[in-house]
Nanobody, 125 residues
């Protein structure tokens, strides 16, 4: 079992930045691919970014590419999502998720086995 806890959300103005953290406990997360997803009220849970277990492969949703950066520190069992140039449409609850993949990463929620409880990000206009 892997337990995931997100933190770092909050209220920020348009153009601002936030860094989300996803800390894992239980089994070491170093062998798991990790993804970030977000869900706004009344909408489906959407893919934001993902990273392979080694950190050598990353992927981003088109809407955040060039603004968000995913990274990981396996020694700290932590995955980060640096969010820059935030827009009101980035407002959502952000979730991290983990899944065992021998290589690469996954971009669909159903591909992930473990989820955190989410952290709220609100971008004011």
């Amino acid at each position: 079992q892997v337990q995931l806890v997100e933190s770092g959300g909050g209220l920020v103005q348009t153009g601002g930045s936030l860094r989300l953290s996803c800390v894992a406990s239980g089994r070491t997360v170093s062998s798991y691919a990790v993804g970030w997803f977000r869900q706004a009220p009344g909408r489906e849970r959407d893919f934001v970014a993902a990273i392979s277990w080694s950190g050598g492969s990353t992927g981003y949703a088109r809407s955040v590419s060039g603004r968000f950066t995913i990274s990981r520190d396996n020694a700290k069992n932590t995955v980060y999502l640096q969010m820059n140039s935030l827009k009101p449409e980035d407002t959502a609850v952000y979730y991290c998720a983990a899944t065992y993949i021998s290589g690469g990463y996954a971009s669909k929620p159903l591909q992930y086995d473990y989820w955190g409880q989410g952290t709220q990000v609100t971008v004011s206009s």
